[in-house]
């Protein structure tokens, strides 16, 4: 089955321009069985996708509803939870990546790298935390992400058959032009996050395709020192003031557990 994994969603996602009621008709156009949602911190695409699945004409898609998480200290993390599991801890940015593995894997999900040797600022790969320890606890790893360079994705490759990890493949879309730019093929049926879920962990064979994106003044000015430094800046700051939030969050959440 084909899906793109990695899709932000004009409902999720305030630089998104695309509805999922536009992933849906044009994916479905292209042949795919589905994508994944990967909003930061939101379920707001999710929600939106749920109200629309009720149509008898979206009968036969499927669409995973997943989040990208921003950690403090690993940049961004693709998590995807069993179905019906909505952890608000989930939409506060900033946990550690160490304690945002033990809260995704004691709820039955599983969690990757996304785009781990892409920019500095939000890629795993260039924080001095992961000194690939943590990747022993990833389920996954973005082995094709389309707005990174050929040489980013190639890295990302090695590093997940380096430690036996599936290799998923997303457009990190937030513009329709990109849309069917990246594949993850799965020999598995999958027609909703459970699904997923057992075909990482049963070792369901995967694989990825795509055309990395041109380059453009945006994406050149993404790569700039000053905006990667602005970048860090803006998240923890963010992360931050939401500190008091999450602890709330996560104390509920272990009660709860």
């Known amino acids: 089955m084909k899906f793109d994994l990695h899709c932000h969603t004009k409902e999720g996602s305030f630089d998104s321009k695309v509805p999922v009621s536009e992933y849906v008709s044009k994916y479905r156009a292209l042949g795919y069985d589905g994508f994944m949602i990967s909003d930061h911190n939101s379920y707001r695409g999710c929600r939106k996708w749920h109200q629309l699945q009720k149509l008898p004409e979206y009968a036969d898609f499927t669409v995973i509803c997943g989040i990208e998480y921003d950690t403090k200290d690993a940049g961004h993390v693709l998590v995807i939870m069993p179905d019906g599991v909505y952890l608000p801890l989930l939409k506060i940015r900033g946990m550690r990546c160490a304690k945002l593995v033990n809260v995704v894997h004691a709820q039955g999900g599983i969690l990757g790298l996304a785009h781990p040797f892409g920019i500095p600022s939000s890629s795993a790969m260039s924080f001095k935390l992961m000194n690939y320890d943590l990747i022993h606890n990833m389920d996954f790893v973005e082995v094709f992400n389309t707005c990174e360079k050929e040489d980013s994705n190639r890295l990302a490759g090695e590093l997940a058959t380096k430690y036996n990890k599936p290799g998923f493949a997303g457009t990190d879309a937030h513009s329709a032009k990109y849309i069917g730019m990246a594949a993850t093929e799965i020999d ?7 699904d997923l879920i057992a075909a990482v962990l049963e070792g369901a064979g995967f694989s990825t395709s795509g055309t990395e994106r041109e380059e453009t003044r945006k994406s050149r000015a993404k790569d ?7 970048y860090k800046i803006y998240n923890r700051g963010l992360a931050k003031t939401k500190m008091p939030r999450r602890k709330i969050s996560h104390r509920r959440l272990m009660k709860r557990h």
Do not use: D
Request: aromatic residues 14%; charged residues 5%.
């Open 224 to 230: 700039h020192w000053t905006s990667q430094i602005g």
């Open 188 to 194: 598995y049926e999958i027609h909703c996050n459970n």
